[in-house]
Nanobody, 117 residues
Framework: QVQLGESGGGLVQSGGSLRLSCAVS????????VGWFRQAPGKEREFVAR????????YYVDSVKGRFTISRDNAKNSVYLQMNSLKPEDTAVYYC??????????WGQGTQVTVSS
């Protein structure tokens, strides 16, 4: 079993920055990748970014490339999403997502990010 704990959401003005954190606990040896999804009101949940736990390889949706950076600290079993140059369209609930080597999928509780214009 794996548990995820998110933090770091909030209200920021357009052009501002926020950093989201996802703390991983439990069977961390089974982690394959950790990422972030987001869901805006009335929209489907969409992929934002992902990082491979062992290699550190990163993947981003086109709309956040150059503005968001995903990183990990294996010693702290944590993944971060640094979000710069935020836009009102980035407003959403952000969910930490984890995939294990045996196909398990876990979700965090979500953290609200609101970007005002």
């Amino acid at each position: 079993q794996v548990q995820l704990g998110e933090s770091g959401g909030g209200l920021v003005q357009s052009g501002g920055s926020l950093r989201l954190s996802c703390a991983v606990s439990g069977r961390t040896f089974s982690v394959y990748h950790v990422g972030w999804f987001r869901q805006a009101p009335g929209k489907e949940r969409e992929f934002v970014a992902r990082i491979r736990w062992s290699s550190g390889a990163t993947y981003y949706v086109d709309s956040v490339k150059g503005r968001f950076t995903i990183s990990r600290d294996n010693a702290k079993n944590s993944v971060y999403l640094q979000m710069n140059s935020l836009k009102p369209e980035d407003t959403a609930v952000y969910y930490c997502n984890l995939g294990t080597v045996d196909g398990g999928v876990y979700w965090g509780q979500g953290t609200q990010v609101t970007v005002s214009s």
